[in-house]
């Protein structure tokens, strides 16, 4: 994933779906971004593989993305797939513009975060998200993301490119289609395959659910 000092848009973005809410209450969405492990990476060309360098760099102040449809009921909440399309990522550890900090070269993992309205008035985006009842993460492997300042490989530079609504510019209108899709295919972790996972019901549920990301399921 791409990261820079003005903040660049998260491609893929995160696109949910959510199922399960008591319509009446009143929620936040929030996302925020934590490392997998306590490991800084590089990219070895001649063997294409990710390799640990060392330990990762110092922590970085935490930051949170709230949804800005926030708060809103459930039954809003459920009739619409929520979009992280704007959520922005920077290097820039004095970034005031209220993006999400990261390092490069190292792995993160987005979270998803559903919270009762009266638990999140201490919500706020330079602050941790707030835990206890009320407040539920959910988050998928698949997502799991290595930053970088530029891209390693010259075959996700070719498939972002083509994909990204934003890279327009770089596209080449007469490129060959069929090796396009060819390497697309090569590709397959991008369109993860269904399965369930199983999480202990959010606090006001009173029915079960499901929140969705692609094709993978999560029980509410």
């Given at each position: 994933?791409?990261?820079?000092?003005?903040?660049?848009?998260?491609?893929?973005?995160?696109?949910?779906?959510?199922a399960g809410l008591d319509p009446h209450q009143q929620y936040y969405i929030a996302m925020d971004i934590v490392p997998v492990d306590n490991k800084r990476y590089r990219y070895v060309y001649h063997s294409s593989k990710w390799m640990v360098a060392g330990n990762a760099d110092s922590p970085v102040p935490p930051r949170v993305y709230i949804h800005p449809d926030s708060p809103a009921s459930g039954e809003t909440w459920m009739r619409q797939v929520i979009s992280f399309d704007k959520l922005k990522v920077t290097n820039n550890e004095l970034d005031d513009q209220g993006h999400i900090i990261l390092h490069s070269m190292h792995k993160y993992q987005p979270r998803v975060h559903?919270?009762?309205?009266?638990?999140?008035?201490?919500?706020?985006?330079?602050?941790?998200?707030?835990?206890?009842?009320?407040?539920?993460?959910?988050?998928?492997?698949?997502?799991?993301?290595?930053?970088v300042t530029a891209y390693?490989?010259?075959?996700?530079?070719?498939?972002?490119?083509?994909?990204?609504?934003?890279?327009?510019?770089?596209?080449?209108?007469?490129?060959?289609?069929?090796?396009?899709?060819?390497?697309?295919?090569?590709?397959?972790?991008?369109?993860?395959?269904?399965?369930?996972?199983?999480?202990?019901?959010?606090?006001?549920?009173?029915?079960?659910?499901?929140?969705?990301?692609?094709?993978?399921?999560?029980?509410?």
């Open positions: 994933m791409i990261i820079t000092k003005a903040g660049r848009r998260m491609f893929p973005a995160m696109r949910v779906k959510i559903v919270i009762l309205k009266e638990c999140g008035e201490e919500l706020s985006p330079v602050k941790a998200v707030p835990t206890g009842d009320g407040v539920k993460a959910f988050s998928f492997p698949e997502t799991v993301f290595t930053t390693q490989n010259q075959q996700i530079t070719r498939l972002k490119i083509d994909r990204n609504p934003f890279a327009k510019g770089f596209r080449d209108s007469g490129r060959n289609r069929m090796g396009l899709e060819a390497l697309v295919e090569s590709y397959a972790f991008w369109r993860p395959s269904l399965r369930t996972l199983t999480f202990e019901d959010i606090p006001g549920i009173t029915k079960q659910g499901t929140i969705c990301i692609n094709r993978s399921c999560t029980d509410l």
